[in-house]
Each structure stands twice: as structure tokens, then as C-alpha cells.
């Protein structure tokens, strides 16, 4: 019994993705997946664009500021009078502004000195020097060997790569304001020649006061099928050529201290050597005084082609040199810069505006909405029946007729709410049989009862004799109420499980014949036929382990029963045979000919105080406990009860008993 309880119990159980539990865990993991990757998507877009709108507000803020102390370092030779560009580029940019020394002796402090200002960083935030500028390059340089910038003094072309001078920085080669003015002249008139030949053009002036033509468009080759002439403006001024030979001369001796032979620069400040004045340059001559606009740099020509020789490195070398050497004295010496806010603090990466921090907060409180309503939507669709359990076991306890509960499904709280009704049916059923037990007891009782009462008044009143035949009555009644009492003794202790069995050794064959001898007297008194019929060619019984006593008041029951319902001249037969594999199980039958069960009834044979004769009469019916306790009785020894019947025809009532007696595990012995 165990084991097909515990088989049962293997087929009952849920696979996972039906289970509450799967359901749970994937409620759980489904939010739990949709959360995270709503908010790292969420955070990981807003976040973004707010880093970069922030960090490039600071680059620009940052940007802006160097730019304007390299202006005014390239534009002057001292760091003198540099305090009020501080403090605009300060108020412009809401930042601290700190320009030292190279041993940090300020120069000047947008926070002043009252009261005194905090502490500076321990690392400067850049280098302000003309001289040595680390430009940034364009995505179209991106993974060049190098940075330029443009040299002044000329078209603003760039030239060699080792070339890190600001452009602004153009010291001898500024022109004065005479030789500026003709120039200029000379640029509009070219201007105006070319917009007769329908070529657009501009002036614009470089930091040396150089007058460039920019042609709108990206198409300069126009120029040199028109008949207006450049030459005026590609040839230097007195002031650039003084500058350009003093230039030329530092490039040579830079050259011949490394054994390199002489060059001529160009106004350009590309080069020849001196040897071959008509041969090509290493680095081709742009034309100095017409200019392409570019999106990223307007005044910047296309980069002329790559030094491609170590001689030309070498020159290349020495022009940045020289020209580091010839400008050192019209530009501010080197200085270190601070940039931190207002309270003294380093400026941090980026700060998140209040938008951007509204933004952010808003999302997350979405998503954990979101998250909340899904959680609670999935709670009480699985908490919704578990409700109806628990109002439904309240209404019970309160007294209240039994509910069923709606099983929506195929899961653990479906299956509960199936059990629950069913626990709900079987206690009804219960209650039902309780309180038939209780009228039926009564009733049984009530018969004897009113029956000795009734001679006992008569005897009182003189009405009845106290003879022998009055005592025997007595008796009868007596012992008609003794044996309900000791029936319903036994079918209690069995219902506790205190029925109290003492196996041993039986032949079945010898108990049948002591069962039918003492009925004999009572089947041959209703004229009925009793007799122990052989196994007809079925395999004799082996010795069978069981309670001698209870198993005859078993048997005893089912004969009686059948002398009593079959009419005389009918017969009541017992048979015994083994069964199964090697005759591990016992088959006993009573079999008569009497009225037969309705099929209607077969079902509530064996419940108690059941009758097919509803009228409970003496003369047609016992107590209606008798097969009640048969089935008690063999179900203690392992076994288990039948009836098959037909009406008109009999009954055959079957006892299928384990050869090896009842289990010691299971029964009291």
C-alpha cells in the first residue's frame, strides 16, 4: 500500500513549467530580465548623451580659455597686464583661472587674494606657450604621424610637421600698417578683377597682416584661366624680407652644424637648396596669396605632401627650431595653466545638469512602476484562488453549507482546490453517515429496549407471568442489544486501528466445516440447503496465516446473511482455492441462491446499518452491521471484499485473504 501511495504520489507531481513554482521563478526572472535591461538601456542612453553634452560643454569652456591665453601670449612678450584676460575668460567661462610660473609663482588668479583663494591642484590643467602648442587634429588627420599648425606670415598654409607655433605668433614678420594698406589695395583690386570673370572671391587678412584671396568654392584652378595677376601679392615686403633672411640664416646654421648643405627658404617657408634653384622643392609650392575654404579650418590649405627624404627631415627640423629661436623674443615665456571651479576643486569630467538629473530620475521611477504594477498584476492573479480556498474553509468552520471552489487549472492550486473539494464532498458524506449512525444505533437500540421494557411493565402490572417463557424473551432481547453492542465495539476499534489480531497457522479447508456445522441447525430450521463445495479442478488452498476467531465470525457473518435471504428450498455454498503465483492469495466465496442485490445497491453493501429491506425488520434483517464488520476484518488481514449478484438468481460474496497473513507493519498482532 506504500508503495503504490508513494507511486501515486511520483505521477501527481507537476512538471516545472506548470508548477507554481516555475510560474513564480519565471514571473520573477521575466521582470526581473525586463528591469534591468529597461534601465541599463534607459540609463545607458540618457547617461550617454548627458556625459557627452556635459564633457563637451567643459572641453569647449576649457578650450576656450587656452585658446585666449595663447592668443595673448603669442601677441605679447611679457605676461604683463594678463589679469584682466583672465578674469573675462574667468566670468565667461564660471571657472577658477590660475596662470603660474614654471616654479608656480602666480601670475595671475581670478580669485584674487582676499580673502586667499584655496589651494592649487597638484597638477596643472596645460602649458600656455606659444611656441609648443599640441593642436588637436581634425578626423581627417586622425592617425597622422603629426601635428601642424600654420606658419605666419604667409598664406597660412601648413607646412613642416615638427611645426608647433601657434599661428598667432608672428613677431618679425607682422607687417606695419603702410606696407599692410598696400597690400590690401592690391588684394581688393584682385578681388574686383576677378568678379568680372565671375569668379567669387574674398580678403581676408592673416595674423602677420597679410591680405589672402579666399575663391568661394573648391575650385582655385578658375584662377589661372583668368587675366587678373597675384604677383604683387606673392612677393614680400621689406619687413618680411628682412625677417625671412635673418630666418634663413638661423635655418643654415641649424643645417651646417648637423653637416647638412645650405636651403633658401620661400616666403612660404619651403625650400630650395641653394645648388639647384630651378629644380622642385621637396615640399610643393602652394600659391601664397589664393586660398580654399575648409569646413573644419577656413583660412588652411590641403596639407602639401609628406617630407619623404631624412635631408628633408633634417630641414624641416631646423625650420621649426629656428623659428622657435627667432620668435622667443616677441612671445610670453612658457606657463603653467589652472582651471578649477569657483570653490577650489579640480573641474570634474562632468557635472549632470538638472535636466539631465530630472531625466534620469524620471526613467528610473518608470521602469520601477512598471516593475511594481507587473509584480502586483502577477501576485494577485496567483493569490486570487488561494483567496477563494481560504473563504471557502472559514465558511466551513463557521458552520456554513460547504462551497465548491472553481479549479481554473492545471497546477498546484488547481490540484489544491480539487482536493479541497473533494476533502469538501467526503465531509459531507461524512457528516451524513453520522448522523445515520446516529439514528441507526438509536433505532437498533430503541428495539430491544422498548421490548424488555414493555414485558417488565407488564410483569409489574400484572398483566404477564413471570415464567420460563417470559425470562427466555428477556433473554433474547438481552442478547439481541449484547450483540449490537459488541458489533459496534469491533467496528470502532477497527476505525481507531486498535483491532487486535493474533495470527497463526490455519487450514481454511477445517474452519469451513466448523462454520457450516455451527449454522447447520440454522439453515436446516429455514429449510436451506449448506454445504462445502470442492475447488472444481482449481488449485487447493495452502495454509493460510490468520486470526482463527475473526476470521471465523467473518465467514460466520456471510453464511448467516445468506441462510437468511435465501428462500427454503435454496442452498448456500462455501468454496476456498489459492490464487496467484504460487498460491500467494486465498480466495473464499458464499454463494447462495436467494433474491439477489439490485446492482443500485451492490455499492453500499458493506456500509454500516445498510439494509436492501428499508423497513429493518427482525424477520427479514440483522442489526445491518454484520457485513460492515467482515469488511473490517479482512481488510486487517491485508484482504480485501466483493459481491457480484443478480436479482432472482443469488449472491456470491468474496474474501480474497494474503496466504502470508497480514502485514506486522500495518496491524496490531
Avoid at 506548470?18 to 538601456?41: F, N
Avoid at 618680411?240 to 647638412?260: F, H, M, P, S, Y
Avoid at 436467494?594 to 434483517?621: H, M, N, Q
Wanted: charged fraction near 20%.
Amino acid at each position: 500500500m506504500l508503495r503504490r501511495a508513494e507511486h501515486g504520489g511520483q505521477r501527481l507531481r507537476l512538471p516545472l513549467r506548470k508548477s507554481l513554482l516555475g510560474r513564480l521563478l519565471a514571473v520573477s526572472a521575466l521582470v526581473a530580465a525586463c528591469s534591468v535591461a529597461a534601465t541599463a538601456w534607459l540609463a545607458v542612453q540618457t547617461t550617454s548623451g548627458a556625459i557627452e553634452q556635459e564633457q563637451g560643454r567643459n572641453l569647449a569652456a576649457d578650450t576656450r580659455v587656452l585658446d585666449g591665453l595663447l592668443a595673448y601670449a603669442a601677441e605679447h612678450p611679457t605676461w604683463d597686464g594678463v589679469g584682466t584676460t583672465v578674469d573675462e575668460l574667468a566670468d565667461a567661462s564660471d571657472r577658477r583661472i590660475t596662470l603660474t610660473t614654471q616654479s608656480r609663482e602666480i601670475l595671475a588668479d581670478s580669485a584674487g587674494s582676499s580673502p586667499p583663494p584655496p589651494a592649487l591642484p597638484p597638477q596643472a590643467s596645460a602649458v600656455v606657450d606659444p611656441l609648443s602648442v599640441a593642436a588637436v587634429p581634425s578626423e581627417a588627420e586622425q592617425g597622422a604621424g603629426s601635428v601642424t599648425v600654420a606658419v605666419p606670415g604667409t598664406d597660412g598654409a601648413q607646412r613642416s610637421g615638427n611645426d608647433r607655433v601657434d599661428p598667432r605668433a608672428v613677431g618679425p614678420f607682422k607687417l606695419p600698417e603702410a606696407e599692410r594698406a598696400s597690400l590690401r589695395r592690391t588684394a581688393e583690386e584682385t578681388v574686383r578683377c576677378l568678379s568680372r570673370s565671375g569668379i567669387a572671391s574674398d580678403v581676408i587678412e592673416s595674423p602677420s597682416g597679410r591680405p589672402r584671396i579666399q575663391v568661394v568654392g573648391n575650385d582655385p584652378a578658375r584662377m589661372q584661366n583668368s587675366r587678373c595677376s597675384t604677383d604683387d601679392l606673392d612677393s614680400p615686403t621689406g619687413t618680411e624680407t628682412k625677417a625671412l633672411t635673418a630666418l634663413n640664416g638661423l635655418v643654415n646654421a641649424c643645417l651646417d652644424r648637423q653637416g647638412r648643405e645650405a636651403v633658401r627658404l620661400d616666403l612660404d617657408l619651403s625650400w630650395n637648396t641653394r645648388e639647384e634653384p630651378e629644380a622642385a622643392t621637396a615640399v610643393p609650392r602652394p600659391v601664397p596669396g589664393v586660398t580654399v575654404p575648409q569646413e573644419a579650418r577656413p583660412t588652411a590649405l590641403p596639407t602639401p605632401a609628406s617630407l619623404d627624404s631624412e635631408n628633408d627631415r633634417d630641414i624641416a627640423s631646423c625650420v621649426g627650431i629656428a623659428r622657435q629661436e627667432q620668435l622667443s623674443s616677441y612671445v610670453a615665456s612658457p606657463a603653467l595653466l589652472f582651471i578649477s571651479d569657483p570653490g577650489g576643486g579640480a573641474v570634474p569630467a562632468f557635472e549632470l545638469s538638472s535636466g539631465n538629473t530630472a531625466k534620469i530620475t524620471g526613467v528610473a521611477a518608470l521602469v520601477l512602476a512598471l516593475t511594481v504594477g507587473a509584480s502586483v498584476l502577477a501576485g494577485a492573479r496567483l493569490v486570487r484562488p488561494l483567496h477563494a480556498l481560504t473563504g471557502a474553509a472559514q465558511r466551513m468552520r463557521d458552520g456554513e453549507s460547504p462551497s465548491h471552489v472553481v479549479v481554473a487549472a492545471d497546477n498546484e492550486i488547481g490540484r489544491l482546490a480539487a482536493a479541497f473539494n473533494d476533502m469538501t464532498e467526503h465531509r459531507a458524506r461524512l457528516e451524513e453517515q453520522r448522523k445515520a449512525l446516529v439514528s441507526d444505533v438509536a433505532h437498533e437500540l430503541r428495539t430491544p429496549l422498548s421490548n424488555i421494557r414493555g414485558w417488565l411493565e407488564g410483569a409489574q402490572d400484572g398483566i404477564a407471568e413471570l415464567d420460563a417463557s417470559f425470562v427466555s424473551s428477556l433473554l433474547e432481547e438481552a442478547v439481541q442489544l449484547q450483540h449490537i453492542i459488541d458489533d459496534l465495539q469491533d467496528l470502532a476499534a477497527a476505525d481507531a486501528g486498535v483491532l487486535r489480531l493474533h495470527p497463526e497457522p490455519l487450514r481454511i479447508e477445517e474452519l469451513l466445516t466448523y462454520v457450516v456445522a455451527a449454522h447447520q441447525a440454522e439453515a436446516d430450521a429455514a429449510g436451506v440447503g449448506l454445504t462445502v463445495a470442492d475447488p472444481e479442478g482449481r488449485e487447493p488452498p495452502p495454509d493460510l496465516a490468520a486470526d482463527p476467531v475473526r476470521m471465523r465470525q467473518a465467514i460466520g457473518n456471510l453464511v448467516s446473511n445468506a441462510v437468511r435471504h435465501t428462500p427454503p428450498g435454496g442452498r448456500v455454498t462455501l468454496r476456498v482455492y489459492a490464487t496467484g503465483s504460487g498460491g500467494d492469495e486465498t480466495v473464499v466465496e458464499v454463494a447462495d441462491t436467494g433474491c439477489g442485490i439490485a446492482p443500485e445497491d451492490l455499492p453500499y453493501v458493506f456500509d454500516r446499518f445498510w439494509r436492501a429491506e428499508k423497513s429493518r425488520s427482525r424477520r427479514t434483517g440483522g442489526s445491518g452491521l454484520g457485513l460492515a464488520i467482515v469488511r473490517k476484518l479482512v481488510e486487517a488481514h491485508g484482504g480485501t471484499t466483493g459481491v457480484a449478484s443478480t436479482v432472482g438468481h443469488g449472491s456470491v460474496f468474496t474474501l480474497r485473504l494474503p496466504s502470508a497473513g497480514p502485514d506486522p507493519m500495518r496491524t496490531l498482532v
